[in-house]
DNA sequence: GGATGGGCCATACGCTCGTATAGCGTACAC
DNA sequence: GTGTACGCTATACGAGCGTATGGCCCATCC
């Protein structure tokens, strides 16, 4: 599938994405768009009237991937199942989404309420594995519930959004399987053990 | 110590940082920044004549901020009492930079280089506390260094980035010193011990 | 007391922005 | 075969952008 088997809506609507998480909204204009798209500026006016509508438009598209991706989530198995197959969704949902990802970190960066609803929906997703976990008696009993959740989801967003100066530091490009498996890997030890050997005596 | 008390070059820069930490260098304006400094936009260009030098002017101050407050870390000190300290440095840059570390972040974020380069200092920080730990067998032999230093900085930099979002899931403003100490402690605990109450059997 | 210089402001130019509007070509309906 | 709807383009306009330029005001110095 090439770009141009696409109709003009859909290239238009994922180069909107792609410029627009890249460069962030403000900075990017409708003619980039156009010109990423492969079509006339006037094209974009034709779908979506104004810039505004556009970025609407974007956020409902991501909305409905985000959904998609986190839609149900196993309640049945173990909490420790239940959270290892969240961090397994999350790396597969960066892995394959990672323009959406990008536009929301971004989005919610610069305010948007959109992306900050999605930021609230993550949250509950992460608060409420922790809470499963702390229900049966696998947390420390002094962890802190929302700065857990809250330290997930910076985790995930920060990460991507710092991309470009998180990349100086590997050795080979973030989204490839071996990078995005060993991010997983480093993620899912802190938050289960912490870096500590031993609890220290404080 | 009000704002008419400092010099207009001080008031500029002030407004500057501030405009580019909160809405980005590319969604500000020179005359945004002179309205926020309450002089005539004729001035900013008077003292740095074209955007660009505001820019670079406003990242060496960043800069000798940061540099001065990561300054004579003590090495004498144990690992474990460094760590702790380190913790209490970041927070407290925190608390008294909160303009210059967002400014930092989102530079970061858009790919600015200078930005890129104090990232890199900071992971070399981070990275050279975690080392001095693992000389000391003080972390488990499996721990991925790069990975945790870098966690550490997106961490710190992805919350503050974040804060819009962060901030609805707090009682009260995250820059208040009660919200700053509990999220020190919370995030203290997440490197130290992780969240399990024992680690699992995997 | 006129000259000098620095802090500060007003105006203008070329450019790009978002947006409004009119028009082109082609495919399908009757 | 004419009408009509649709995918798409071209052009124009007002506003705001970064920047260049010139000048005002007032303190300081000979």
């Known amino acids: ?111 948007d309420r959109a992306a900050l609803e999605i930021f609230d929906a993550f949250v509950a997703i992460a608060r409420r594995q922790w809470q499963r976990l702390a229900d049966h008696g696998l947390l420390r009993p002094d962890t802190d519930l929302t700065w857990t959740a809250l330290h997930a989801v910076v985790l995930v967003l920060g990460t991507v959004l710092l991309g470009d100066a998180v990349q100086r530091h590997l050795p080979q490009p973030f989204y490839t399987p071996e990078q995005l498996e060993r991010w997983n890997a480093a993620s899912n030890a802190l938050f289960r053990e912490g870096t500590y050997r031993a609890a220290p005596g404080g």
Chains 1, 2 share one sequence.
Not at 16 to 21: D, G, H, N, Q, R
Not at 49 to 57: G, M, N, P, Q
């Open 1 to 111: 599938m090439v770009a141009s088997d696409l109709t003009g809506l859909a290239r238009i609507r994922n180069a909107a994405l792609a410029s627009f998480a890249r460069d962030g909204v403000a900075a990017t204009s409708i003619r980039d768009v156009a010109k990423e798209a492969g079509v006339s500026p006037g094209l974009v006016q034709h779908y979506f009237s104004t810039k505004a509508a556009l970025v609407e438009a974007l956020n409902g598209h991501v909305v409905a991937i985000a959904t998609d991706a986190f839609s149900e989530l196993s309640e049945s198995s173990s909490p420790a199942d239940a959270q290892q197959e969240l961090g397994d969704r999350v790396t597969a949902f960066v892995r394959e989404h990672p323009t959406a990802v990008l536009y929301v970190a971004r989005s919610a960066a610069d305010g």
